[in-house]
């Protein structure tokens, strides 16, 4: 007989109705806020599938406004994130649009709108049981859950990046969960991602971020 976990039987905790289309929703949004400056001035949701179709009905839109909010999953707030958001002075629209049939159903494209700059944007995808995955950052692919503390740079391709960010993180006595690249091969951009087993602390931060060979750096914290 297989063995269960408590999360697969009751599920995350979280305000309802749908893990997909609310829990999820509201961690892809979380994380983009995390991601991307948070002065911007307008924020856009384009909502690809299944969420295009239901997501009013499952709150998904309640969802996402209260992550880019910061609210959590259980954060019964969702349910007035309309309210909160116009209190804020937040701009913010819902697209439906079909984001092509290489995403998973549950998607959403978040663009966040600045003044004196150019927009940024976050996919994400809404897996299942509450569990989500950011797709692509500013048009790199990307494959990031969220779970550990993450550093994430871009740069022009161009060698040793990797060996002095391990470098710096070794000498700091940090243990690196996972490290990944994806190039873009029309720009030759590269983005490296690299999950911590612990959250970095504000010197190895600074010796990490503040290099000027990078286009981003940025630290997502959970």
Excluded: W
């Excluded at 998973?104 to 809404?126: A, L």
């Excluded at 995955?133 to 859950?145: A, E, L, M, P, R």
């Amino acid at each position: 007989m297989k063995e269960y976990s408590s999360f697969e039987i009751l599920g995350p905790i979280m305000v309802g109705p749908s893990s997909s289309h609310t829990a999820g929703a509201c961690k892809i949004a979380r994380l983009a806020a995390k991601i991307c400056p948070d002065d911007y001035e307008s924020v856009e949701f384009y909502l690809h599938g299944s969420f295009a179709f239901t997501y009013k009905g499952h709150g998904t839109d309640r969802a996402l406004l209260g992550g880019i909010m910061g609210f959590k999953t259980y954060d019964s707030s969702i349910r007035n994130a309309y309210e909160i958001a116009n209190e804020r002075g937040i701009k913010y629209s819902f697209i439906p649009m079909n984001l092509g049939e290489n995403y998973h159903p549950n998607t959403v494209k978040i663009k966040f709108n600045y003044k004196d700059r150019d927009s940024e944007y976050v996919i994400g995808s809404s897996i299942g049981g509450g569990n989500m995955k950011i797709v692509d950052i500013n048009g790199i692919q990307v494959d990031y859950d969220g779970k550990f503390p993450t550093l994430l740079f871009q740069y022009p391709e161009q060698k040793g990046v990797i060996a002095d960010v391990s470098t710096i993180l070794a000498k700091e006595s940090y243990n690196i969960e996972s490290i990944n690249t994806s190039k873009d091969e029309l720009t030759n951009i590269v983005t490296l991602t690299v999950e911590l087993d612990e959250g970095a602390s504000e010197s190895v931060l600074n010796k990490l971020l503040n290099n000027s060979r990078y286009i981003t750096s940025k630290y997502v914290e959970v």
